[in-house]
Each structure stands twice: as structure tokens, then as C-alpha cells.
């Protein structure tokens, strides 16, 4: 059962990818961001394509510019996530037939990130807009709309963002801070699937 949730890991080592990678498939968790303000995410994120591609959604964050996806994609990722609404960017992650999700945190941003071709919205931060922000920008958004919730939500919160309408989430620091190790990845990730199971019912 694939659950939409998007592990971040800002941080992440090429050492260290391939046994978090595999910690987090097997905890249930299959959608895999690499930040690329990491040390070597291009290298960590090739890792993961080559091992994982067939069983998992692997790519980038932090991605802010046209040859920044090129990059990626030329890394086997095949997801684009940024910070912030970049058509440029969205429109060559389009054009290599990846997934985009840009940050947006306003309607303008959000109608034009959709205009310009993107996958899903990134509500970014989602601690500061909330699940009643969320809650106000839902009943405008074209109807089919995806957005996730990054930054301020978690398993304290999933049921809240849920019924402020939230399609999935990105997770970072509550499931991967850098020098984490596996074993330790594995547990948390674990305990959000749980939660998350429990909160979508």
C-alpha cells in the first residue's frame, strides 16, 4: 500500500542512502526526496533510482533552477520538488515527463503553479499557513488539485491537515536528521505510517 507521504532527507550521505532507502520502503514508505543542499545528492539520489527505481518515486528538493532538474533527472529521479513557484522550472520537469511540486503558499501562487503544468502543490511552510489556511485555499482550487503539506505537519497533526483537505505530506526532520542511522529512520518511519494510517481511517 503506497501512502502519500514524501520522505525528505536533507542531509542524507551517498554512504548512507541505500540502507535508509531500504528502511523506508520497508516501513511502507515509497516516495523519496534527497534535498540538493545535501552533501552529493546527485550521487545519492542516482543510488536510490538504480536500486529503487522500479519500487519507489526518487528525486530531488530544493530544486531552483531549469538545469538543476536536468541534473536530476540525468540522476534516474524522476520527482522535482522546490521551496517555491518557479514556472521554468516547472515547465522543464513537465518536459521530462517527471513529477513536479513546487513550493506555493498564496492562491496566485498556487493557480499559476498549476497554469504552468505542475503535478501537485507543495503548501509551504505549512506551518504557517495551517490546516485552516488550507482549509480557505481548498474550495477554489480546481477541482482534481493535489496539495501536500510540508513543514509543520506530522503525526500530531495528519487527521487536522486531512480534513482541512491536505491529498498527502512532506516529512523531513521527523523522520531523517542528518547522521541518523538506519535502524533509527526505520522506527520513526514506522510510527508515521502508523499514524497516518490511523489518521486517514
Same mark, same amino acid.
Given at each position: 500500500?503506497?501512502?502519500?507521504?514524501?520522505?525528505?532527507?536533507? @542531509?542524507?550521505?551517498?554512504?548512507?542512502?541505500?540502507?535508509?532507502?531500504?528502511?523506508?520502503?520497508?516501513?511502507?514508505?515509497?516516495?523519496?526526496?534527497?534535498?540538493?543542499?545535501?552533501?552529493?545528492?546527485?550521487?545519492?539520489?542516482?543510488?536510490?533510482?538504480?536500486?529503487?527505481?522500479?519500487?519507489?518515486?526518487?528525486?530531488?528538493?530544493?530544486?531552483?533552477?531549469?538545469?538543476?532538474?536536468?541534473?536530476?533527472?540525468?540522476?534516474?529521479?524522476?520527482?522535482?520538488?522546490?521551496?517555491?513557484?518557479?514556472?521554468?522550472?516547472?515547465?522543464?520537469?513537465?518536459?521530462?515527463?517527471?513529477?513536479?511540486?513546487?513550493?506555493?503558499?498564496?492562491?496566485?501562487?498556487?493557480?499559476?503553479?498549476?497554469?504552468?503544468?505542475?503535478?501537485?502543490?507543495?503548501?509551504?511552510?505549512?506551518?504557517?499557513?495551517?490546516?485552516?489556511?488550507?482549509?480557505?485555499?481548498?474550495?477554489?482550487?480546481?477541482? @482534481?488539485?493535489?496539495?501536500?503539506?510540508?513543514?509543520?505537519?506530522?503525526?500530531?497533526?495528519?487527521?487536522?491537515?486531512?480534513?482541512?483537505?491536505?491529498?498527502?505530506?512532506?516529512?523531513?526532520?521527523?523522520?531523517?536528521?542528518?547522521?541518523?542511522?538506519?535502524?533509527?529512520?526505520?522506527?520513526?518511519?514506522?510510527?508515521?505510517?502508523?499514524?497516518?494510517?490511523?489518521?486517514? @481511517?
Amino acid at each position: 500500500m503506497s501512502r502519500p507521504i514524501i520522505a525528505i532527507l536533507r @542531509g542524507l550521505r551517498p554512504s548512507e542512502a541505500l540502507s535508509v532507502g531500504q528502511a523506508l520502503l520497508d516501513a511502507g514508505l515509497d516516495r523519496i526526496e534527497v534535498p540538493l543542499n545535501s552533501p552529493d545528492p546527485l550521487d545519492s539520489i542516482k543510488l536510490l533510482a538504480d536500486a529503487f527505481g522500479d519500487q519507489a518515486l526518487i528525486g530531488a528538493g530544493t530544486v531552483l533552477t531549469p538545469e538543476q532538474v536536468e541534473a536530476v533527472e540525468q540522476a534516474g529521479g524522476k520527482l522535482v520538488v522546490s521551496p517555491n513557484f518557479d514556472a521554468d522550472v516547472i515547465a522543464r520537469t513537465v518536459a521530462l515527463n517527471m513529477q513536479s511540486w513546487p513550493g506555493v503558499y498564496t492562491p496566485t501562487e498556487a493557480f499559476a503553479a498549476l497554469r504552468a503544468g505542475a503535478t501537485g502543490l507543495k503548501l509551504f511552510p505549512g506551518v504557517m499557513a495551517g490546516p485552516a489556511g488550507l482549509a480557505a485555499l481548498r474550495p477554489v482550487l480546481p477541482e @482534481g488539485s493535489l496539495a501536500y503539506a510540508v513543514g509543520g505537519a506530522g503525526p500530531d497533526n495528519f487527521k487536522d491537515w486531512l480534513a482541512a483537505g491536505a491529498d498527502g505530506f512532506g516529512i523531513g526532520s521527523a523522520l531523517y536528521k542528518p547522521g541518523m542511522g538506519a535502524p533509527e529512520v526505520a522506527e520513526r518511519a514506522r510510527k508515521i505510517v502508523a499514524a497516518y494510517d490511523e489518521a486517514a @481511517g
